[in-house]
């Protein structure tokens, strides 16, 4: 009977580490275009509604995305020889233990590296899949991955490594934020490792504003809970209920926004931060980008960042992909 591994976690966010949310309240909110970055919607609360924004039927890409694991994971795995497996934003690992199991049976599950950026939550998977899979690494990292790239663990020699980034997110970075993002990630793999990629696709602007914008008023819920975060965390006085959510679908950039738009005239002070915003009746606060992508458009991306796609695999509706590339050296 193969043992169960004690998993290690290393924790990178300390009491010296920048302050994220204060720094982003004051360089946002004092912008001509006010925004603020949507990593800040996910407390207790914002994850919880996230949750509940995936299972719901206007909300395609967490459903679309686990159809192409599915049907595809002893693919993928065939195709790296993946030996490891780092998740970067892991979560509770819900959609990987699909590649775990198919590592598994392949016979090259040696390593699991969960990165998120909530402590309890690295913790918790990190002990969870220790137990699920015995004999199994579990080396969890706690940080936020536009800044701690450099703490994942070096691979073990001889043994290829898949990096995984999913749901998506990478749309939620501007273009030049995206590349240069998407380059770190490209300057850390080795010769043997694959970068898998999670990215919705260009579609039916009203399927993207849809699923942005369900009927249940649940996103909705979520977006102004950016809001109450801010309220809570620096002694802000948002008038939440005074705001509405708003989404549309930019098709010049490609991508879905999200925004706040304040229902009546209204100032804002942070007391945490001595700070004092004005909005107008009508005025925007923009909370969140999700761009789409088409492939050429990914294959730029790819190639200003220093890698090649190899492998292109789509739900059965077209509607997700994800793709695995490698360094182009």
Same mark, same amino acid.
């Given at each position: 009977?193969?043992?169960?591994?004690?998993?290690?976690?290393?924790?990178?966010?300390?009491?010296?580490?920048?302050?994220?949310?204060?720094?982003?309240?004051?360089?946002?909110?004092?912008?001509?275009?006010?925004?603020?970055?949507?990593?800040?919607?996910?407390?207790?609360?914002?994850?919880?509604?996230?949750?509940?924004?995936?299972?719901?039927?206007?909300?395609?890409?967490?459903?679309?995305?686990?159809?192409?694991?599915?049907?595809?994971?002893?693919?993928?795995?065939?195709?790296?020889?993946?030996?490891?497996?780092?998740?970067?934003?892991?979560?509770?690992?819900?959609?990987?233990?699909?590649?775990?199991?198919?590592?598994?049976?392949?016979?090259?599950?040696?390593?699991?590296?969960?990165?998120?950026?909530?402590?309890?939550?690295?913790?918790?998977?990190?002990?969870?899949?220790?137990?699920?899979?015995?004999?199994?690494?579990?080396?969890?990292? /706690?940080? #936020? %991955? =536009?800044?701690?790239?450099?703490?994942? &663990?070096?691979? +073990?020699?001889?043994?290829? $490594?898949?990096? !995984?980034?999913?749901?998506?997110?990478?749309?939620?970075?501007?273009?030049?934020?995206?590349?240069?993002?998407?380059?770190?990630?490209?300057?850390?793999?080795?010769?043997?490792?694959?970068?898998?990629?999670?990215?919705?696709?260009?579609?039916?602007?009203?399927?993207?504003?849809?699923?942005?914008?369900?009927?249940?008023?649940?996103?909705?819920?979520?977006?102004?809970?950016?809001?109450?975060?801010?309220?809570?965390?620096?002694?802000?006085?948002?008038? /939440?209920? #005074? %705001? =509405?959510?708003?989404?549309?679908?930019? &098709?010049?950039? +490609?991508?879905?926004?999200? $925004?706040?738009? !304040?229902?009546?005239?209204?100032?804002?002070?942070?007391?945490?931060?001595?700070?004092?915003?004005?909005?107008?009746?009508?005025?925007?606060?923009?909370?969140?980008?999700?761009?789409?992508?088409?492939?050429?458009?990914?294959?730029?991306?790819?190639?200003?960042?220093?890698?090649?796609?190899?492998?292109?695999?789509?739900?059965?509706?077209?509607?997700?992909?994800?793709?695995?590339?490698?360094?182009?050296?």
């Amino acid at each position: 009977m193969t043992d169960v591994l004690s998993p290690r976690v290393d924790c990178h966010l300390d009491a010296n580490a920048p302050r994220a949310l204060p720094d982003d309240v004051l360089d946002g909110l004092t912008r001509p275009f006010k925004e603020l970055p949507p990593k800040h919607f996910y407390d207790a609360y914002g994850s919880e509604l996230f949750d509940r924004i995936c299972e719901l039927p206007e909300y395609y890409p967490t459903r679309a995305e686990r159809e192409i694991l599915e049907a595809q994971s002893a693919a993928i795995v065939q195709m790296t020889g993946a030996g490891e497996l780092v998740e970067l934003g892991a979560g509770y690992a819900t959609k990987t233990r699909v590649l775990l199991d198919a590592m598994r049976d392949a016979g090259t599950l040696r390593r699991y590296i969960p990165f998120d950026v909530a402590e309890s939550v690295v913790r918790d998977v990190s002990d969870t899949l220790a137990r699920e899979y015995p004999g199994l690494q579990v080396h969890g990292v /706690v940080g #936020d %991955f =536009e800044r701690h790239l450099d703490r994942i &663990p070096a691979p +073990e020699p001889g043994v290829p $490594r898949i990096v !995984a980034f999913l749901g998506g997110t990478i749309g939620n970075f501007g273009p030049g934020s995206r590349r240069k993002f998407l380059r770190e990630l490209a300057d850390r793999l080795g010769p043997d490792d694959f970068l898998l990629l999670g990215t919705d696709l260009v579609k039916d602007p009203r399927v993207l504003e849809a699923a942005y914008d369900d009927s249940a008023g649940i996103t909705a819920e979520f977006n102004k809970n950016v809001l109450t975060v801010v309220n809570r965390e620096l002694a802000a006085d948002f008038p /939440v209920d #005074d %705001f =509405e959510h708003v989404v549309f679908y930019d &098709p010049e950039h +490609e991508w879905i926004e999200m $925004r706040l738009r !304040a229902k009546h005239a209204c100032a804002v002070h942070v007391g945490a931060l001595g700070l004092t915003v004005r909005f107008a009746r009508g005025e925007e606060l923009r909370t969140e980008i999700s761009a789409k992508f088409t492939r050429r458009r990914l294959e730029d991306d790819f190639c200003a960042a220093g890698l090649r796609l190899e492998h292109w695999l789509t739900d059965t509706e077209g509607r997700f992909a994800l793709t695995l590339s490698v360094r182009d050296d």
